[in-house]
């Protein structure tokens, strides 16, 4: 967050945490961390600022949209180094609308910060469709942003509709990829432009 305040001072930003614990301990850290900061640095948190900088939970962000977000996960493995997949919010219905809306608040840059990655996570302990979304999120985000490929999807398995489709735009010059997506969110065909 300081970082942000002084390289990009221009620049709104809003931090999202999963939980409120996990928000009010960033809250905590960065009060604390201001107190020895450059006093430069003090106009960035104006509350009376057009968008003024942020730090909220998960279940109280709605339409707060600001230039760069830093979502910060907040669970993690316990000292034993098992995870205990007690994630909150995203085990209720409804989690994955809150993490989609969490994930698009941010117009220009998202910053996801975690201590654990998508190959801590065991796929068959997230049930709900808000933990298998964080998963998933994790896998997007640990692959620099490249929607990974659908699992054992290629066009030999494609449905002959589809197959008819993808061999056309071969045929114009148009290569594509099929199932393009993380998951379960996935286009029929995506193509580089």
């Given at each position: ?22 928000a009010e301990r ?93 190959h801590d996570v ?58 393009y997506g993380v ?11």
């Amino acid at each position: 967050v300081l970082e942000h305040a002084r390289k990009r001072p221009s620049e709104s930003l809003g931090v999202i945490a999963l939980g409120l614990r996990h928000a009010e301990r960033i809250d905590t850290a960065l009060r604390a961390a201001l107190g020895a900061a450059p006093s430069s640095v003090e106009s960035f948190f104006a509350e009376d600022a057009p968008m003024p900088f942020f730090i909220k939970n998960l279940e109280r962000v709605q339409g707060d949209e600001r230039d760069a977000i830093i979502l910060s996960v907040g669970y993690g493995k316990h000292s034993d180094g098992r995870m205990r997949y007690q994630w909150g919010p995203l085990l209720r219905d409804g989690g994955e609308r809150r993490l989609n809306v969490a994930a698009t608040r941010a117009k220009h840059r998202l910053t996801l910060v975690s201590s654990f990655s998508a190959h801590d996570v065991d796929p068959s302990r997230v049930t709900k469709a808000g933990a298998r979304m964080l998963a998933e999120y994790l896998e997007y985000a640990g692959s620099g942003g490249v929607p990974v490929a659908a699992s054992g999807s290629s066009a030999e398995e494609l449905e002959p509709f589809a197959e008819s489709v993808r061999s056309r735009l071969a045929e114009h010059g148009i290569i594509v990829v099929p199932a393009y997506g993380v998951g379960g969110y996935r286009v029929d065909f995506a193509f580089a432009h």
